[in-house]
């Protein structure tokens, strides 16, 4: 378990990678704005390859996330300043992109909503009040919560993590440290080492790529798993605006092979879901018994076209 009231004064930081001061951009303030654009660009590409490096703890995660959502759960990112804004991103793509119930995924930062915009002092160091959101957010074993912090050592986010595994929710740890803190407290550790940000200590650089790539992969593969794309096809995208009313209807027309008046003609049925446009095509019912076969299949698009 994480150490809940740590003293800030006796905080080490020459052991984080992430605090490291990288000799190669010594001069970052000499050169031109071509150099520094260069220069990042160069940092950015050690990413990828880290994210690389950490698969299969990614997956491992991955696979427990699948089996609590897949349930009924409920998935919860958890961080500080900007893991916690990463979160929250992450989180809020989810119901245009999949059409999940905006509960489903969520993104908690440490000082509350405010934090997103402003930062809130010493709010990452109160682990108190990262333990307090398991009970706020009414958490119980059948969720996921995920720590998402670059140091791996955030008091809020390890408080969290730790009153979550207590209860036996799934925890998964997010840090850019090797052998960090969070790793100990969280069921499944991933650590992503990216190495010193060419602006020392700036972790919302390589870190914050990092933890978006991460991030990322939790969620888009979990839906993946949970039958919420047909292939690579984005079929349970929300219908809010002139561009992905269109986007839905050309991807009936790719699923089916119906022409664009049929197409539309089903979307506007199927309450312009393509799912259920594309059941009633290819099965040949009205939207009521479309949605009836999709309950059954859990929503899983081609367990109902290839039954």
Same mark, same amino acid.
Do not use: W
């Given at each position: 378990?994480?150490?809940?009231?740590?003293?800030?004064?006796?905080?080490?930081?020459?052991?984080?990678?992430?605090?490291?001061?990288?000799?190669?951009?010594?001069?970052?303030?000499?050169?031109?704005?071509?150099?520094?654009?260069? /220069?990042?660009? &160069?940092?950015?590409?050690?990413?990828?390859?880290?994210?690389?490096? +950490?698969?299969? @703890?990614? $997956?491992? *995660?991955?696979?427990?996330?699948?089996?609590?959502?897949?349930?009924?759960?409920?998935?919860?990112?958890?961080?500080?300043?900007?893991?916690?804004?990463?979160?929250?991103?992450?989180?809020?793509?989810?119901?245009?992109?999949?059409?999940?119930?905006?509960?489903?995924?969520?993104?908690?930062?440490?000082?509350?909503?405010?934090?997103?915009?402003?930062?809130?002092?010493?709010?990452?160091?109160?682990?108190?009040?990262?333990?307090?959101?398991?009970?706020?957010?009414?958490?119980?074993?059948?969720?996921?919560?995920?720590?998402?912090?670059?140091?791996?050592?955030?008091?809020?986010?390890?408080?969290?993590?730790? /009153?979550?595994? &207590?209860?036996?929710?799934?925890?998964?740890?997010?840090?850019?440290? +090797?052998?960090? @803190?969070? $790793?100990? *407290?969280?069921?499944?550790?991933?650590?992503?080492?990216?190495?010193?940000?060419?602006?020392?200590?700036?972790?919302?650089?390589?870190?914050?790529?990092?933890?978006?790539?991460?991030?990322?992969?939790?969620?888009?593969?979990?839906?993946?798993?949970?039958?919420?794309?047909?292939?690579?096809?984005?079929?349970?995208?929300?219908?809010?605006?002139?561009?992905?009313?269109?986007?839905?209807?050309?991807?009936?027309?790719?699923?089916?092979?119906?022409?664009?008046?049929?197409?539309?003609?089903?979307?506007?049925?199927?309450?312009?879901?393509?799912?259920?446009?594309?059941?009633?095509?290819?099965?040949?019912?009205? /939207?009521?018994?479309?949605?009836?076969?999709?309950?059954?299949?859990?929503?899983?698009?081609?367990?109902?076209?290839?039954?």
């Amino acid at each position: 378990m994480g150490t809940p009231h740590a003293d800030p004064a006796e905080l080490d930081l020459s052991t984080f990678t992430t605090e490291a001061v990288d000799p190669r951009y010594a001069n970052l303030d000499q050169m031109s704005v071509l150099e520094v654009a260069t /220069a990042m660009n &160069e940092a950015e590409m050690e990413v990828p390859r880290a994210v690389n490096r +950490a698969l299969p @703890e990614i $997956s491992a *995660a991955i696979t427990a996330i699948v089996g609590q959502l897949g349930n009924g759960g409920r998935m919860f990112y958890v961080g500080a300043g900007t893991p916690g804004r990463l979160g929250i991103l992450d989180a809020s793509e989810c119901p245009p992109t999949f059409s999940t119930d905006p509960e489903m995924v969520q993104g908690i930062i440490a000082g509350g909503p405010s934090a997103i915009i402003n930062a809130v002092e010493g709010a990452e160091d109160d682990y108190d009040a990262g333990r307090g959101l398991i009970e706020q957010y009414s958490i119980t074993a059948g969720d996921v919560v995920v720590g998402v912090t670059a140091s791996g050592r955030t008091p809020f986010v390890i408080g969290a993590v730790d /009153a979550a595994r &207590e209860l036996g929710a799934v925890t998964v740890g997010v840090s850019s440290n +090797a052998n960090a @803190e969070l $790793s100990v *407290a969280a069921q499944f550790p991933i650590e992503v080492v990216v190495g010193p940000e060419i602006v020392s200590g700036s972790t919302r650089l390589k870190a914050g790529s990092a933890q978006k790539q991460v991030l990322n992969m939790l969620s888009t593969v979990t839906m993946v798993q949970l039958g919420k794309t047909y292939g690579n096809l984005m079929v349970d995208v929300s219908t809010t605006n002139a561009k992905l009313r269109v986007r839905a209807r050309n991807l009936v027309q790719r699923v089916t092979g119906a022409s664009e008046e049929v197409a539309s003609e089903a979307l506007a049925r199927g309450e312009g879901h393509v799912k259920i446009a594309s059941v009633m095509i290819l099965r040949s019912v009205d /939207a009521q018994e479309a949605k009836a076969l999709l309950a059954e299949a859990h929503g899983n698009l081609r367990a109902v076209l290839e039954a």
